[in-house]
Nanobody, 124 residues
Framework: QVQLVESGGGLVQAGASLRLSCAAS????????MAWFRQAPGKEREFVAA????????AYLDSMKGRFTISRENAKNTVYLQMNSLKPEDTAVYFC?????????????????WGQGTQVTVSS
């Protein structure tokens, strides 16, 4: 049974940093593209970032470039999202997702497995 468990969310002030983690089990982690999505209240789920098996290929939503960094440690079956210079509009539930793929994808329907999400709240 595949499980993706996110952690690291919380309440922070604007300008602060957070690092989210997603621990995966029940899958061959190194064969999966890993991604982060987020969903704010009343809005659709949106792509944040994705990373291929080696970490050599990444993709970001344009508004996240330069502020967010996705990385992975295959030995720990864990993917991370480092978020810097957080803004109130970054407030959302952040989800980890996985798909067996050789290339990064940014569409939510491409992903087979999802975590339960972790809440990030940024106050102004």
């Amino acid at each position: 049974q595949v499980q993706l468990v996110e952690s690291g969310g919380g309440l922070v002030q604007a300008g602060a940093s957070l690092r989210l983690s997603c621990a995966a089990s029940g899958l061959t982690f190194g064969n999966n593209v890993m991604a982060w999505f987020r969903q704010a209240p009343g809005k659709e789920r949106e792509f944040v970032a994705a990373i291929n098996w080696s970490g050599g290929s990444t993709a970001y939503l344009d508004s996240m470039k330069g502020r967010f960094t996705i990385s992975r440690e295959n030995a720990k079956n864990t993917v991370y999202l480092q978020m810097n210079s957080l803004k109130p509009e970054d407030t959302a539930v952040y989800f980890c997702a996985a798909v067996l793929s050789s290339r990064v994808v940014s569409t939510s329907w491409s992903y087979n497995y999802w975590g339960q999400g972790t809440q990030v709240t940024v106050s102004s």
